[in-house]
């Protein structure tokens, strides 16, 4: 793999022949531009690139990557940069490519319950769009994020729990190799056994093996009867407990999301949801009868008090539904808010569900240990937790990172992942050997043979040897 050193500047010639390939006013190296798209919404520190394109076709990304290719050129993806490990931050410089003007429908296979879409479509524009059919497509990241981001970063949100992640909702796409070449992996088929999965391969890959230029989503229905509960505990630890014996009830939730008793009041204050102080549980239920959906919401109410519950409510008037739910949404923001001058820490541990109670009272012992603040919120019915650290000087830093690193440590031992849904980006790199110990040089061989010059969003994923 070509070393960090060996990449080449963006010359004046190499902006000419960008230009002949998308046009003049899909090239900018105006400062304003560069400064836009140097960053993501994580704690991870800007780097500039040194021109930002916007292709308007799949043969213009690949026309791109063959031309950066041959000139050792760094090329780093960009969907709309929510990402909270610095996935799209352009470490190496270099082009950075936005898929800002490659953001429409190509078809909708309603008959199918599918769509196919350019990547840089946001997910809630296009559920915007999707409502006419009465059809969505499920992962929700709560940011408008892309397709194109959400499937690099195999996205999930709050709706994992029973509807699955990005990889989950995705039959096809079509990818530019970094050689040039425009592959279609997958299929428009349910069932796909042909061969090796390279549609997968490429899911998660944080634009580090090629350029997602179309995908062909799965779509669901849009659910006939929805509700919304929310039950609140004297402690993080019975919420956990609870939110274990509702995934072994046999119920499907449509989404299981912890708060705690800080975000709680946080939510309240800020968005006047009906909310005490207290660890507190969201949840949703979909069915497509009124009657499932009671029977539903009336057992969920009894397992939350037989397991402690202070305090049970649900709503099926969809206004109300949806402020809970946009409070939920706007859950990072309200703390960002809250607490100005202050940068927060994000941790993504995941686990098996019968093992989350034991990663939260680890994190609530580290908390005490170290008399340390942290807030958390969480996809709890996934065994999913964000462990949200305030630091404001390079000191408390460091000792966020630790702490962070002790909670990492112990989610893998637990047999779960660095990472449920923000993928490695630069934050995590130095999880992976531990993760996966010998699978990573199995990863990097792939990297080699699909992007044996490393041009393809340098710096990520793969821990320094
Ligand atoms: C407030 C907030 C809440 C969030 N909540 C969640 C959550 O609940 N669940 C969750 O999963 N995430 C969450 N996120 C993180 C974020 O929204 C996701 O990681 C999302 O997938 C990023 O999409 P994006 O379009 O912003 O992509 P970017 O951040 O721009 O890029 C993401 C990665 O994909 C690559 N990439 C982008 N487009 C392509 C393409 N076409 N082909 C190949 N590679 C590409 C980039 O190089 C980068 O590595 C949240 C973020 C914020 C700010």
């Known amino acids: 793999m070509i070393t960090d050193s060996v990449f080449s500047p963006v010359s004046a010639d190499v902006i000419n022949q960008l230009t002949q390939i998308l046009g003049a006013g899909s090239v900018s190296t105006a400062q304003a531009d560069i400064d836009l798209h140097a960053k993501d919404q994580s704690q991870h520190p800007a780097h500039a690139s040194e021109v930002v394109i916007w292709p308007q076709t799949a043969q213009q990304i690949a026309d791109v ?33 936005s898929m800002e003007r490659m953001n429409q429908i190509i078809k909708v296979y309603a008959d199918d319950f599918q769509v196919t879409v350019q990547p840089g479509i946001g997910h809630k524009d296009l559920n915007a769009q999707l409502a006419r059919q009465a059809l969505f497509f499920p992962p929700d990241p709560g940011a408008n994020a892309t397709v194109g981001g959400m499937l690099a970063n195999n996205a999930a949100g709050i709706r994992t729990v029973k509807y699955g992640a990005s990889k989950d909702n995705v039959l096809q796409m079509q990818v530019a190799l970094a050689d040039g070449r425009l592959i279609r992996v997958g299929s428009r088929s349910i069932k796909q056994s042909a061969g090796y999965d390279l549609l997968h391969l490429f899911v998660g890959s944080e634009g580090t093996l090629g350029v997602i230029t179309e995908a062909t989503l799965k779509l669901t229905p849009v659910p006939s009867f929805m509700s919304a509960a929310l039950a609140a505990f004297d402690d993080v630890e019975t919420a956990v407990e609870t939110v274990v014996a509702i995934r072994g009830s046999g119920l ?9 008793a800080a975000h709680a009041a946080m939510l309240r204050d800020a968005e006047g949801i009906d909310l005490t102080d207290q660890p507190t549980l969201f949840m949703e239920f979909h069915a497509s009868q009124e009657q499932s959906l009671q029977a539903g919401l009336e057992m969920v109410k009894e397992i939350c008090e037989e397991m402690g519950a202070t305090r049970f409510r649900s709503t099926t008037d969809p206004t109300e539904r949806k402020k809970i739910w946009h409070a939920r949404h706007s859950s990072f923001e309200i703390m960002v808010r809250k607490f100005p001058n202050t940068k927060f820490y994000i941790n993504d541990v995941a686990v098996p569900i019968s093992a989350y109670p034991e990663l939260i009272g680890y994190v609530e012992e580290l908390k005490r240990e170290h008399n340390v603040t942290a807030y958390m919120i969480g996809h709890a019915g996934d065994g999913n937790i964000h462990v949200e650290f305030p630091y404001k000087t390079a000191e408390e830093y460091e000792k966020r990172a630790e702490l962070n690193r002790l909670i990492v440590l112990k989610a893998i031992s637990l047999n779960g992942t660095s990472t449920g849904e923000h993928g490695i980006g630069i934050g995590k790199m130095q999880f992976m050997n531990t993760e996966h110990g010998p699978a990573v040089d199995v990863m990097r061989s792939i990297k080699n043979l699909l992007d044996p010059n490393g041009i393809l969003n340098p710096g990520k994923i793969f821990p320094k040897i």
């Open 65 to 97: 990557l063959r031309f950066a290719n041959e000139r050792h050129i760094p090329v780093t993806p960009w969907g709309v940069g929510t990402s909270l490990e610095g996935n799209p931050i352009p470490l190496h410089g270099g082009i950075l490519m």
């Open 252 to 260: 499907d939730p449509a989404a299981l999301e912890l708060i705690d």
